[in-house]
């Protein structure tokens, strides 16, 4: 087995600790950074977003590969901005204001960032005028909005009206428990996704 089919197989069962060492062995045998991240590091995040859509894999087991892949990534971190390789793409995400949830918005940022996406975490709580400000400041190409309770659902839509305000500069994904595409439709966001690999899909079509 290659040092990169051993990194995606040991992101995949979560071993921090090995990921750590097969991702310094697979720099120190001056691997390209590309081919660690993506035949890496990101080929066993593919893996486990496909076995979480199929219940195969389940939460705990989802954040512990995060954390795994999150090693390697901190291995490669100071190698990829010297080698110039680009990110895919600048997403921000928020819980919004008044909703203290974010396993799941969590899970949705570690599968984005698996597979290659710079993602602004804008944590919970999140006031409206913090979603206009990172728009602003940093430029992302997608906001995902997280929802987790029916009573803030109407500040999602809030949120959502007042990002219009940037037209077509930025597209608006939203999720959590509450949330289907048909609000997603009501409210005018751009897309909707139900689970974290379907949020890369979606993010990664709208930004295509
Ligand atoms: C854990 C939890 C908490 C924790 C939160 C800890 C944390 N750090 O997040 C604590 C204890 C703090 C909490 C507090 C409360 N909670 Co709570 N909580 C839950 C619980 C049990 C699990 C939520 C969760 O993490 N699910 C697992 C994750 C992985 O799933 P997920 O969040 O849905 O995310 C996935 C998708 O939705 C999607 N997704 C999520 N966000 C996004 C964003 C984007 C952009 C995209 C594309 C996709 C996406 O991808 C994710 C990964 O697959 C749910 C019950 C449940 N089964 O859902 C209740 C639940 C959400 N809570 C509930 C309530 C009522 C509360 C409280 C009001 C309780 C109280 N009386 O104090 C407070 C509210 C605090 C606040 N202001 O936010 C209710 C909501 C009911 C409703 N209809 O609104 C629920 C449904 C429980 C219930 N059955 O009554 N809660």
């Not at 500069?169 to 909707?192: C, L, M, N, S, W």
């Amino acid at each position: 087995m290659s040092i990169l089919e051993k990194i995606s197989e040991q992101v995949i069962v979560g071993s921090v600790k090995t990921v750590k060492e097969y991702t310094e062995t697979a720099v120190a045998q001056g691997l390209d950074v590309s081919l660690i991240l993506n035949d890496g590091l990101i080929a066993g995040m593919n893996v486990v977003g496909a076995r979480f859509k199929i219940n195969e894999m389940y939460v705990p087991e989802v954040l512990m590969a995060a954390r795994a892949m999150h090693t390697g990534l901190a291995v490669i971190k100071p190698l990829i901005a010297s080698s110039g390789l680009k990110e895919k793409g600048v997403i921000a995400i928020g819980t919004v204001k008044g909703d203290m949830h974010d396993i799941g918005k969590n899970l949705v940022i570690m599968m984005l960032e698996g597979a290659g996406y710079k993602v602004i975490d804008l944590g919970v709580d999140v006031p409206i005028e913090k979603f206009l400000r990172v728009v602003e400041d940093q430029r992302p190409q997608v906001i995902g909005i997280s929802a987790l309770l029916t009573t803030t659902m109407p500040q999602m839509k809030e949120t959502v009206k007042r990002l219009q305000a940037y037209g077509n500069r930025i597209r608006i994904v939203v999720g959590g428990a509450p949330i289907t595409a048909k609000f997603a439709q009501e409210i005018g966001a751009d897309g909707y996704a139900a689970d974290a690999a379907s949020a890369v899909e979606k993010v990664s079509a709208l930004i295509r």
